[in-house]
Every structure is written in C-alpha cells, then in structure tokens.
T-cell receptor, first 111, second 113 residues
C-alpha cells in the first residue's frame, strides 16, 4: 500500500527553527510536496521538490530529500507564530494524478 | 476568480439520508478531486476526475458517487449517509501538470447522526 507518515505534533519557540519530517513509501514518486493548513481553511501549497534534487530553498523554507531512505523534511527558519498550522507532505506516484497525503504534523509556535 | 467554492459549509444528516456536496471552480482546471480529512489520518482521496466525463476512484470511494458533466462542477453524492462518513470534505482542482498547484476549497464539515 501507499502510506506517507509524519509525526503528529511539534512545538517550537518563536525564532527557533522547525523541522518537520515525512517518510514516504513509493520510491518512484517524481514530485513531493509540502502543504500548509491553517485553522478552518483548506490546504495551501508551500513548496515542492523534484525527485532528482537533494535540496530546495525558498526564503525561510528548506526542503531536504533523501531518496535512498525515502525521507523528506521541511525546515522553517526563524519560526513565527503565524507559522502555527498543520503541515502535510504529499507525493504523486508516476503515471497517476493521485496525490497521496501524509497524516499531517501540527506545529505550535510558542511566543 | 472565485477559485474553488464548496457548499454547504456545514451539514448535519441523519443516518440513511442522502445529500450532494457541491464543488465548483472557475479556473478551467481539468483535474478535480474530493478528499476527506479525519483526525490523525490526513487527507484521503475519495474520487477524482481528469476531465469532463472522466472520473476514477481514490483510496476510500465506498459510499460516495461522483460525476463530471462540466469542467467547472464536480459534485460528491452520499446516497445513504452513515456515521462513519462524519468528516471534513475538501474539493481541490488543478491543471494536469504535477508541479501545478492544487487549489483547495474551504471545506464542508459533515456530521452524520
């Protein structure tokens, strides 16, 4: 089966870095994504990485991909209270239009 | 553009009742999908469509029907609601490319008593 796993909760202090981890199981997935869901809202795409890349940086966000271990991480630098949300990783197995989402990590930023 | 709209925002049903959750997008997106979100389980794909007249099942299709008669609309039908269908339902749309953003609607919170 296709399962994407994440830890459920993460708590950090404002100004610290946050690292959210994800383990996916379909090694042939071409694209991997990070989505953010704020309370009462739908999901918003934060960033994505192509499977032939190891790292992608976008302002405060850094995505690391370890394809051998099927491990994806999202680092948020200088975490702010506005970053408090649920973060989902997702993958699209090749040849499909299906997005497989992880269970989500609830990030709480303490002032 | 209104983006992806969903109606209703909240709904309470009794077991055995039927209803349709509406989803519409005005971005001329070919790909549309329905997910349900349950605590600790992330989003699970119910049904999806890659264009008008074409639909396919996702991970958890049982108890739900869909149709795609137009590019804009992708309704989700519950024929006989069950308490296990209590969830938050999200509709999403995108163009077909894998790097194209999936736009999500605001969600419908459904409770089945």
């Amino acid at each position: 089966g296709e399962d994407v796993e994440q830890s459920l909760f993460l708590s950090v202090r404002e100004g610290d870095s946050s690292v959210i981890n994800c383990t996916y199981t379909d090694s042939s997935s071409t694209y991997l994504y990070w989505y953010k869901q704020e309370p009462g809202a739908g999901l918003q795409l934060l960033t994505y990485i192509f499977s032939n890349m190891d790292m992608k940086q976008d302002q405060r966000l850094t995505v690391l991909l370890n394809k051998k271990d099927k491990h994806l991480s999202l680092r948020i630098a200088d975490t702010q209270t506005g970053d408090s949300a649920i973060y989902f990783c997702a993958e699209t197995p090749p040849g499909t239009y299906k997005y497989i989402f992880g269970t989500g990590t609830r990030l709480k930023v303490l002032a | 553009n209104a983006g992806v709209t969903q109606t209703p925002k909240f709904q309470v049903l009794k077991t055995g009742q039927s209803m349709t959750l509406q989803c519409a997008q005005d971005m001329n997106h070919e790909y549309m999908s329905w997910y349900r979100q349950d605590p600790g389980m992330g989003l699970r794909l119910i049904h999806y469509s890659v264009g008008a007249g074409i639909t396919d099942q996702g991970e958890v299709p049982n108890g739900y029907n869909v149709s795609r008669s137009t590019t804009e609309d992708f309704p989700l039908r519950l024929l006989s609601a069950a308490p296990s269908q209590t969830s938050v339902y999200f509709c999403a749309s995108s163009t077909k490319g894998p790097t194209d953003t999936q736009y999500f609607g605001p969600g419908t919170r459904l409770t089945v008593l």
